[in-house]
């Protein structure tokens, strides 16, 4: 059996520097506009994996059509100096046109659109279409034993609608992800 | 068993309970811990190459020569990067590799650290699958999972990515008993309705022909076995493909050798005119089909294969059956020995007389010279002086490679180790190293070309470090023959770049090396040389110069048809066989 080396560390023996001294984990929205370009997502993906970046939600779609313009909204984790890494890692990518913390300007607003199935007889059904009034969700499909909701909002709102879903039955949920553009009569 | 121990001694102990007795590997600052874990045992035994390609090559070759898997180690940054050459290679033949990376601690991980690059997002199109291992409690499942992924399904290239805080980290160690990959289960028993049809089909087949690659050699000794037998009781002829070779006896009386670019007229025109095509581990590359629009235009197509997206990608089929060779070889000829009923015999013979007629034509033969050797010659001399020996064969990528493929009768399988799908010179003598390693008493020869030998010829330096007599036979035709060829028939004999210039003397290579160098330069000479250099046990580099300006016939020229095959002159010009099919073919 092989013996036991001596207790090291990474520091003692390694020509790498140790971590930092740990700093608040926040989570930013970040919207980037892109070249509507083959392999474009995969980039910004690939800059997130290979660099170790956290992604929360993501979403894409082409936003102008004549410009060849997509719209990435991606929501992440890290510490601030992560985070401003990330915002500089992505706008110096060539396909990249402009990375806009959504979080710092601080005047945005976040939505997400989610499908939820909800299967039930009876009382359940009716507590069902009940609380989904109470969301302003929208029935998108029915049967005589299913519902399948529509229900836009901030995450957070989706999150307590499914959560009082799963006791009704619940099937499942297909969510967006979150988008987010900011108020006020200015572009980005 | 469960245990305390480091990450970096978690690897070496996995390594050891997945029965790895040799790892080839190049050291450096992300692996230190690795190296040190392997300094405090003697089962594992690392082979240290000079170059971190040559390190999954050579493993290549190991791999395919004991159809174990094929493990290596090398450092984060370089190291990483300098094996992507030989993943893409191991991806591409379906070679089950392991590959062990070191990388920056965790906390540096994209922040540009001393030596880092993105080795998952690099590897990630060449390999079948990889991890960053970011936590000690993932590594011991992660490390066997490994293992099971390279080897199980289409085999093939492995990485894990280790940073070095994780080698340093302790937890835990197991060995899991089984894999409860949610998304990984690979399907090897074949449908037994497709089967039975298949066999149904089989029987009433007029012109069949089995058209067999390199997932014979891929699902093992007992696919080879099996399919010789049911070659025998149908009594069909029989191609393979470059990676096939072995699988059924280049001896044997059904054998219609090679087929695709490079591949014999019998065999093409065989595959052009069947009514029955019984494709068996082979993935109609580019290589094989030709123009696709023109490929075996008349006939029905059974298809077995493991990998689903293999099935139906180049060429539509009528009978796709998903599983291991093994299995369903099994399965066929036991239906068709169970089953009562008689093969269209009269077909069969007609069949059986138009294959010959084929073969009349000699497509391989050559013009003969008594003043200079001949590559087809120099070929056949070294099957002829080692076929009764243990002999293992390995090549680099050329006019060279395709000659040892047309002109060495393989018997065995697991016996010819050659990059086919991504063509990387250079393969040759690292796979050699590995080969040897895995075979010490065996012949291994690199069947070589002057151009190729020089992308890692530093290999020569491990193999007499580790004392791995290997031969390195070197067609040297002072051309990149291959490269040539094509200019001369495709770009009106523009040598751009295609001569081997200022070429080392490889005797002296050779003999710098601390190994030995030959030269031989006359037919009358080469027996006798050959000879010598079999009784060396040493490496050896056998600079055998040959007749610049030889082509290798057969051809079919890319994206072209069977019909538009260029033959050498010395082919017998049977020309109403050429007129008659010719009129036959689109
Ligand atoms: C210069 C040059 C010229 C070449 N010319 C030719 C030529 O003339 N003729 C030729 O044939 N090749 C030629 N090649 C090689 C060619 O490029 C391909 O590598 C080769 O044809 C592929 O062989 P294959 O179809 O047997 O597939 P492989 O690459 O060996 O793939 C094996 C197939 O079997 C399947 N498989 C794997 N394991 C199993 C299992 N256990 N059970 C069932 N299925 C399994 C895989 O999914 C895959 O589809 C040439 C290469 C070079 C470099
Ligand atoms: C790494 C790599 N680079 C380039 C090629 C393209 N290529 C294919 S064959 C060949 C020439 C090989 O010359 P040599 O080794 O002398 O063999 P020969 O064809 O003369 O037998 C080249 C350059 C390749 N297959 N691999
Ligand atoms: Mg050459």
Not at chain 1, 168 to 183: D, H, K, P, Q
Not at chain 2, 251 to 274: D, I, K, V
Not at chain 2, 438 to 458: N, Y
Request: charged share 20%; aromatic share 6%; hydrophobic share 40%.
């Amino acid at each position: 059996m092989m013996s036991t080396s001596p207790s090291t560390t990474s520091s003692s023996t390694s020509h790498y520097p140790s971590a930092h001294v740990a700093q608040a984990i926040e989570t930013h929205t970040l919207a980037v506009i892109v070249d509507n370009e083959p392999g474009v997502l995969a980039r910004v993906i690939g800059l997130f994996s290979g660099r170790g970046y956290n992604i929360e939600s993501l979403t894409v779609s082409e936003t102008e059509h004549q410009k060849h313009l997509s719209r990435i909204t991606v929501v992440t984790r890290g510490t601030p100096m992560v985070i401003e890494q990330i915002k500089n890692q992505l706008d110096r990518m060539v396909p990249v046109h402009r990375v806009v913390d959504m979080t710092v300007t601080g005047r945005s607003i976040e939505r997400e659109l989610a499908m939820v199935k909800v299967r039930g007889k009876g009382d359940h059904r009716v507590e069902a279409l009940r609380l989904a009034d109470a969301f302003r969700a929208r029935v998108i499909d029915a049967t005589v034993e299913s519902f399948v909701f529509e229900i836009t909002g901030a995450a957070e709102k989706i999150d307590q609608f499914v959560a009082l879903m799963l006791p009704l039955g619940l099937v499942e949920v297909s969510r967006t992800g979150i988008v987010a553009i900011a108020r006020g009569p200015e572009g980005m | 068993m469960t245990k305390e121990m480091t990450g970096a001694e978690m690897i070496i102990q996995a390594l050891i309970d997945q029965g790895v007795e040799h790892i080839f590997g190049y050291p450096g600052g992300a692996v230190l811990p690795i190296y040190d874990a392997l300094f405090h045992q003697e089962k594992v035994r690392h082979v240290l190459v000079r170059h971190e390609q040559g390190a999954v090559h050579a493993a290549e070759g190991y791999a395919r020569s004991t159809g174990k898997v094929g493990c290596v180690l090398v450092t984060s940054g370089p190291g990483a990067t300098n094996a992507v050459t030989g993943l893409a290679d191991a991806l591409m033949d379906s070679i089950p590799i392991v590959c062990i990376t070191g990388q920056v601690p965790t906390h540096l991980i994209g922040n540009d650290a001393f030596q880092e690059c993105d080795t998952v997002g690099i590897t990630r199109p060449c390999t079948k699958y990889n991890y960053l291992v970011k936590n000690i409690a993932d590594l011991p499942r992660v490390l066997h999972e490994a293992f099971h992924v390279a080897s199980s399904g289409r085999p093939g290239p492995v990485v894990i990515d280790v940073p070095k805080d994780i080698q340093f980290a302790t937890g835990t160690y197991t060995r899991p008993k089984t894999f409860a990959h949610r998304g990984y289960v690979p399907k090897v028993k074949g449908d037994p309705e497709r089967i039975q049809q298949a066999v149904a089909m089989m029987r009433n087949a007029k012109r069949p022909v089995f058209y067999t690659g390199g997932g014979v050699i891929n699902s093992g000794r007992r696919a080879s076995e099996l399919l010789r037998e049911l070659v025998r009781v149908t009594g069909f002829p029989i191609t393979s493909t470059l990676m096939g070779l072995g699988a059924y006896p280049a001896s044997g009386p059904q054998w219609l050798g090679m087929l695709g670019m490079h591949g014999t007229y019998e065999a093409n025109f065989a595959m052009h005119e069947c009514d029955l095509m019984i494709c068996i581990g082979a993935r109609f590359d580019d290589r094989i089909t030709g123009r696709l629009d023109a490929f075996s235009p008349g006939s029905r197509k059974i298809h077995v294969d493991i990998d689903p997206s293999s099935i139906n990608k180049n060429v539509k089929v009528d009978v796709p059956i998903l599983g291991d060779c093994t299995l369903v070889l099994e399965e066929m000829l036991r239906l068709w020995t169970a089953q009562p009923g008689e093969s269209d015999k009269p077909a069969h013979k007609a069949w059986w007389k138009k294959i010959e007629h084929w073969r009349a034509r000699k497509c391989l033969a050559y013009k003969p010279s008594n003043e200079v050797i001949k590559p087809q010659y120099a070929i056949q001399r070294l099957y002829e002086l080692t076929k009764d020996r243990d002999t293992y064969i390995t090549t680099e990528v050329g006019q060279h490679q395709m000659w040892a493929a047309q002109f060495y009768g393989f018997e065995e399988p697991h016996r010819w180790m050659t990059s086919g799908g991504l063509g990387t010179m250079g393969y040759g003598i690292p796979a050699a190293v590995g080969v040897q390693l895995a075979h010490p008493g065996s012949l291994v020869i690199d069947i070589a070309g002057e151009a190729s030998v020089l992308m890692t010829m530093q290999e020569l330096s491990t193999a007499v470090q580790y004392r791995l007599p290997i031969k390195i036979f070197i067609l040297n035709n002072h051309y990149m023959g291959m490269v040539r060829q094509w200019q001369e028939l495709l770009h009106g004999g523009r040598y751009s770049q295609s001569y081997s210039e200022a070429l080392p003397d490889f005797v002296k290579l050779a003999e710098a090396y601390h190994g030995v160098g030959m030269r031989c330069e006359k037919p009358a000479d080469l027996d006798a040389a050959i000879k010598e250099m079999i009784a060396v046990d040493k490496p050896v580099i056998f600079d055998c110069v040959v007749d610049p300006a030889e082509n290798c016939f057969p051809m079919i020229p890319s994206g072209r048809a069977h019909n538009e095959m260029l033959l050498g002159d010395a082919a017998e010009n049977l020309d109403e066989a050429i007129t008659e099919e010719g009129k036959m073919l689109v």
